[in-house]
């Protein structure tokens, strides 16, 4: 898991796309070269500024024409966080740790 995530942020950090889920991968390209979202660098940027730590997921979501980044991290204190960001606007929509709690 940590591989393939790893690979998810490289690939749409740099633009490039994985021969295994080349369609997903092409999406999100062209929607960052499109400027349709921003680039998963720069909303990982915004996370560590809210939750520093290790960065152990990122997903980019469809949910319901919205298109959402959500990007789990690892604090310094040892909370899993998760914070989600509206993929156009780079906004922090909400933030949640492994209890539920904002």
């Not at 909303?43 to 939750?51: G, T």
Request: net charge neutral.
């Amino acid at each position: 898991m940590r591989l393939l995530t790893a690979f998810l942020i490289a690939a749409l950090a740099v633009g490039a796309a994985a021969p295994a889920s080349a369609s997903d991968h092409d999406r999100a390209r062209r929607a960052v070269e499109e400027g349709r979202i921003l680039p998963l660098k720069e909303i990982l940027a915004r996370a560590q500024a809210v939750s520093p730590g290790q960065v152990i997921e990122a997903e980019l979501e469809d949910e319901g024409g919205l298109v959402i980044y959500e990007i789990r991290i690892l604090t310094t204190d040892g909370r899993v966080m998760k914070l989600y960001y509206d993929a156009a606007t780079g906004a922090l929509l909400k933030t949640k740790d492994r209890n539920g709690r904002r």
